[in-house]
């Protein structure tokens, strides 16, 4: 397996030619740091160079895939506008990274997928939900715009009513409803889910390499055309709902007070 460059809160492990990404801070639910965000937009290109992977299996550690953004995080990126702009630029090499990755991605959605974890979901190529998980994207909640995963990727994967009920309410999906519209493939037992993703990725992985990767790339064209004509509005859009009083009073509320 080539070397990746990556921070502890991501590993990845190879089983034979599948490399199997575990999104790494169990102790906070797999929530979104800096250093979290930053290792998913430096992983892509990584697992695109890395000649001997087939397909990628990403998941998360403990009891969750990963529960949204870590509020301390989101309290920073409302203060430092040097890390939001840096942070908007890794968001979108996250986008792109994913969407135009030629190893297929299988997610393992082991538990919660909220806010950027939902937004991973949705940008991989086939997903294994346990049954007691459910998808949501807070940000309209909290006072943000979502620029990633979600909003500009569900209208594909479900009617376009759908998306806007679940975007703009925020408003939980539970397993079993996210298979019902097309937003995850197959709901499993909690402890089959990564083992299921496992067999499919194997199956993945068998077939003529050559025939996987450019079929992947012919559909996703049509997400990268989605991608491109809505990210940079998004993440413009994102940038300027940091500075929300909805989203200040939010942070005070949740937030613990020294």
């Known amino acids: 397996m080539s070397d990746y460059d990556l921070p502890d809160e991501i590993q990845v492990t190879a089983d034979g030619p599948l490399r199997i990404i575990t999104l790494n801070r169990p102790d906070d639910l797999n929530a979104t740091n800096h ?62 990274g994913m969407v135009g990755c030629r190893v297929p991605i299988v997610a393992a959605v082991n538990g919660p997928a909220v806010g950027l974890g939902c ?36 209208p594909l994967m479900t009617s376009l009513m759908l998306a806007k009920e679940y975007a703009l309410t925020g408003d939980r999906i539970p397993a079993q409803r996210a298979a019902e519209i097309g937003l995850v493939n197959h709901v499993v037992p909690d402890d089959e889910v990564l083992d299921a993703a496992l067999a499919c990725a194997r199956r993945i992985a068998n077939l003529p390499q050559g025939a996987v990767e450019d079929t992947k790339r012919v559909m ?31 942070l005070d509320r949740l937030l613990p007070r020294d």
């Open 35 to 96: 250093a979290l965000h930053q290792g998913l937009a430096e992983l892509w290109p990584q697992v695109d160079a890395d000649a001997d992977a087939r397909v990628a299996v990403l998941t998360g550690a403990g009891r969750a895939f990963s529960a949204g953004g870590d509020f301390h995080y989101i309290d920073d990126l409302t203060q430092d506008l040097d890390l939001r702009k840096l942070t908007l630029v890794h968001g979108r090499q996250i986008v792109t």
């Open 119 to 154: 937004s991973l979901v949705a940008l991989s190529d086939i997903a294994f939900m346990a049954e007691s998980a459910h998808l949501a994207d807070p940000h309209v909640l909290m006072g943000l715009v979502a620029a990633d995963g979600g909003p500009i990727t569900w």
């Open 220 to 250: 996703n064209l049509h997400l990268e055309r989605a991608v491109l004509a809505t990210l940079d509005y998004a993440l413009s859009a994102e940038h300027r709902s940091f500075d929300s009083p909805e989203l200040r009073a939010n």
